[in-house]
């Protein structure tokens, strides 16, 4: 719909999800900037801005008032939503190479999906239980899905490439063993290890030359929910729903060498970026950045120190992956997925809503896209569009946006899906359809 020239708008009870935010009201009168080059409003402290740009697509969570400035765009656009998933997907991850990614369910199957088509290619199903993780080794020759039937299941992918005919399904060996569920898995860089954790509270390493255990590491007093190896292979970081991370040491036998805390709630999710700085995300809503330092070494490996303390929400934080060149942390948290700009003092720069349900886990392509699943069972692929200066903010009252940017302040009921608008206002001069 077009909004004439010299003219504000009121939007009302506008839904907040991907399609859109709702329909026009009323005109109504709010002052613009002599230089007519972006857009006031006046909003209480209390209050929450929503951007959005390109005809009311993909609401942007700028994380308050302020004036904001940069060229508008920051988000996620939608490429595809695919439901062929029958249940809950747990957990996705993309190939080192970009050019397959893969899905895991509650129903009980992984799926191999070609990501230039996005399409399911293969359905594997070697468990009898929810798949809770997947992932692929560093250079994707295998591939390793866990489950709740205490398994854990691994393919080799050399056939799995179009014209995706004669692939093989069936895993090349079933690791058994597992007391209980097994909920993460994790190859290291080097390719010499696979880590697992789950329910019976143990980090186990299977030697991947061997494929043998080597190691059954005892220490955490909760479920493992995660486990990532650092950038050099020398550290494997495990996070439970004790409330601690614990770090272990490879060479030294899977010795814990320090124990890292401060969440007040489970740990969902670890990502490590290429100089091996760590963040954590907790179900708190919260997100901590652990920095190793080389004055303080422990089994000849660095320790970690907190950094950085964020709290994102009030959910948990059950996604966390860098960008391929460490430039930006993606994080997952309820419907939405939140972007930050590493090297800028870790700046938000946009916040855009995936799913109409919790987003379960994400993944990152080295080109860029961006690998959503739900608890809903759909799966969705996207490209994230972003300024090359970050967002920043500044005052409290008035709000000024760049030309083209839809602005709506909206209140406390953002919780329940529904914003109370107050007012908003389009730049003279830009069209929006």
């Not at 077009?2 to 708008?9: A, G, I, K, M, T």
């Not at 866990?146 to 004669?166: F, K, L, N, Q």
């Not at 479920?223 to 970081?237: G, K, L, T, Y």
């Not at 809503?285 to 709290?311: H, K, M, N, Q």
């Amino acid at each position: 719909r077009q909004v004439p020239h010299e003219r504000f708008w009121l939007i009302s009870a506008a839904p907040l999800h991907p399609e859109g935010a709702g329909g026009m009201g009323q005109c109504v009168q709010t002052e613009m900037p002599k230089d007519r080059q972006r857009l006031a409003v006046q909003a209480p402290k209390t209050t929450r801005l929503l951007a959005d740009v390109g005809g009311l697509r993909g609401l942007q969570d700028l994380g308050g008032t302020g004036v904001l400035t940069g060229r508008p765009g920051d988000g996620g656009r939608l490429l595809q939503m695919l439901h062929d998933h029958k249940d809950a997907v747990l957990g996705c991850s993309f190939s080192t190479c970009g050019k397959i990614f893969a899905t895991c369910s509650s129903d009980g199957t992984a799926r191999i999906w070609d990501a230039a088509q996005g399409q399911s290619q293969l359905v594997l199903s070697s468990h009898e239980g929810a798949v809770h993780s997947c992932c692929f080794s560093s250079d994707s020759t295998f591939f390793v899905t866990v489950a709740a039937d205490a398994r854990a299941s691994v393919w080799r992918t050399d056939s799995w490439a179009p014209p995706w005919t004669g692939c093989d399904t069936r895993p090349e060996r079933v690791i058994k063993g597992f007391v209980e569920g097994v909920l993460c898995c994790a190859f290291s860089n080097d390719g010499k290890w696979l880590a697992f954790g789950g329910h019976d509270t143990n980090l186990r390493v299977w030697c991947t030359r061997t494929w043998r255990c080597s190691r059954t590491a005892e220490g955490h007093e909760g479920s493992i929910m995660c486990c990532r190896f650092c950038p050099e292979s020398a550290q494997v970081v495990t996070g439970a729903d004790d409330r601690t991370i614990r770090v272990w040491a490879v060479e030294k036998k899977f010795v814990c060498i320090q124990v890292l805390e401060g969440h007040n709630g489970y740990i969902c999710s670890l990502a490590f970026s290429t100089t091996g700085v760590c963040v954590s995300g907790s179900s708190d809503g919260s997100i901590r950045v652990w920095s190793p330092d080389v004055r303080r070494l422990s089994y000849d490996c660095a320790c970690f120190g907190c950094e950085l303390t964020t709290v994102v929400g009030t959910a948990a934080v059950r996604g966390l992956q860098f960008s391929a060149d460490d430039s930006l942390l993606l994080a997952a948290c309820d419907s939405t997925v939140k972007v930050w700009a590493v090297s800028t003092g870790w700046t938000l720069l946009c916040s855009f809503a995936t799913h109409g349900d919790t987003v379960a886990d994400l993944s990152v392509a080295p080109d860029g896209r961006v690998l959503t699943c739900c608890v809903d069972g759909s799966v969705a692929l996207w490209s994230l569009v972003m300024r090359t200066e970050p967002l920043t903010a500044r005052g409290d009252g008035d709000c000024f946006i760049p030309p083209r940017v839809l602005a709506c302040v909206c209140g406390a009921v953002e919780k329940t899906g529904m914003a109370d608008v107050l007012s908003t206002a389009v730049a003279p001069r830009e069209t929006f359809s």
